[in-house]
């Protein structure tokens, strides 16, 4: 796996000690009392499984499937909802974990979808941002790390539904890439 690596972007132990000021953020910024916490399946699981072993509050985890990439390496442009049951979350205080910020389409599909379904409130956090314009309208309220407009891999990130088991984030190399 490392050796379709092309350079390591984000290593490890670096993911690790952003989790530790992200977690700490996370629990002041909420009022007191259990928190829902909804995770985009499958690039937040990594993220999701290290960020929320640090927030030190009463937690409830929902996931949500949704799909924008397809399996390639550009957004499709429509974010679908697959699933066929939607949380319970009328009421309630929300935060939302993605692996990353790219178009902003998927982030401000499922944000609306959950005021719609009546959350209370919505705050959001992302392992990584790109520094890129959004299609859509959206920032994440947390984010662990902003890089730079490339396609990476690994944390949770996959391509072609691998290397999300890689432990760090890296750019893959062209060779690994089917054209
Ligand atoms: P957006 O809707 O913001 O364009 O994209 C969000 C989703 O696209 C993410 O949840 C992620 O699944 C996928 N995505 C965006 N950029 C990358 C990337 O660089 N690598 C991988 N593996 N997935 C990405
Ligand atoms: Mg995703």
Redesign the pocket.
Known sequence: MRNDIERILIDEEVIHRRLDTMAGEIEREFPPGPLLVII?LK??LVFAADLLRRVPRVLELECLN?A??HGG?E?SGT?DFLDRHFPEVKGRHVLLL????????????VKRRLLEEGAAGVHTA?L?S?DKA???E?NADHVGFQ?GD????GYG???QGK?RNLPCVGVLKTSAIKG
């Open positions: 985009l690039g937040a949704v924008s990439y390496t957004s974010v993605d692996d990353i910020l790219d178009t902003g389409r998927t982030l401000d599909a992302v990584l790109k959004r299609a859509a959206v890089i490339e396609f990476v891999v990130l996959d391509y290397y």
